[in-house]
């Protein structure tokens, strides 16, 4: 409660928040009302419901996030998928290329715009020179979403002055990693700002995780979000029901893209869902839509293989049917959607 005028012409606590908040404001400090929105911006989607629901609606804004996993189980293909989205709503973005692999073809195939005015690509020399770039983005372009792929490509400038075997540099990279990320962390206000690590597996550890992150532990601590990434199942261009002789030509076309929150500090964490990815740069989304889906009460399983689903007058017998029909009705499949994310989704079958 605040505080009357004291005897002494003071002005209570009132004046006293007054002149901390005026006092901090001119050395740069920001003082804020806690329920401010600029506090929390919002997140960039995904564009993918099921992946959005396990984010807490997406990739959290003027934070940091860290995706990783092992090679070639998706973590670029993970950032291309939201910086396209990010796209689609207008926004720009910028993409680090501290791996040297940005191929201009592959991204615009997974729904990238590659117009400069809408994507910035970014080659730093050093570590100290990423994260300066970094920092002055955050503040002067201020993107959606910022990905820097990735931390172990990224070196220190001491380590290129010298040759390898003349100096041990053991801890100077994830000393500094700690270092850039805390004053990254510092200067972003608006931005989904994304590290892209690589998992590793510690030699001849018998008791414990033999799991490591390059980079040090720092990252762990800062990042608001971490995501891990894992290849799942391969997917064919034949059925399983084709034969013998057909499996056995079968090509691979894609793979199933799993995706786990394994800490989130703006949504429920440990939750995951399943997309599949085919080489052609499309991801289909529908097998986790209708887990979710079941699992919100959108869709009702009955007896014998029967589901019932709102938006349709008649049940659709089978999975394998199911998916056929919400691949093919876009209106369906909105409407799907739009019940899932609606927390009164159970009322639509009287639930």
Known sequence: ???????????????????????????????LDPRDSSLKPGPV????????????????????????????????????LVIANAQREGDVCIFVDAERTFDPDWFALTGVDLDPTK????????????????CDALQTVRPAVLVMDSIPALVPKDMLKVEMSKQDFQGLHARKMTEGIRKANLSNDVTALIYVNQLRVNMGVKFGNPESLPGGKGIGFYSSV??????????????????????????????????????????????????????????????ALIRLAIERGVIVTGAAG???????????HGLDRLKEVLRGDDEVRATIESAIQNPLAGALFGG
Not at 119 to 134: A, G, H, K, M, S
Not at 262 to 283: D, Q, S
Request: aromatic residues 8%.
């Open 1 to 31: 409660m605040a505080r009357k005028k004291d005897a002494d012409g003071d002005d209570g606590l009132d004046g006293a928040l007054a002149k901390f908040q005026t006092r901090w404001a001119k050395k740069g400090a920001t003082v």
């Open 45 to 80: 989607s995904t564009g993918i419901v099921p992946l959005d629901d396990v984010l807490g609606g997406g990739i959290p804004r003027g934070r940091t996030t860290t995706v990783y996993g092992e090679y070639s189980s998706g973590k670029t293909l993970f950032c291309q």
């Open 119 to 134: 994507l910035l690509v970014v080659r730093p020399r050093t570590l100290e020179e990423c994260f300066d770039l970094i």
């Open 226 to 287: 971490m995501i891990r990434v894992r290849r799942g199942r391969w997917l064919y261009d034949v059925e399983e029901n084709e034969g013998e002789e057909a499996e056995r030509d079968a090509q691979k076309i894609g793979f199933v893209l799993r995706v786990r929150a394994e800490k989130n500090k703006v949504a429920i964490p440990w939750r995951e869902c399943e997309l599949e990815f085919t080489f052609n740069g499309k991801v289909d989304p529908v097998g």
């Open 306 to 316: 029967y589901y019932e689903v709102v938006g349709l007058p008649n049940k659709v």
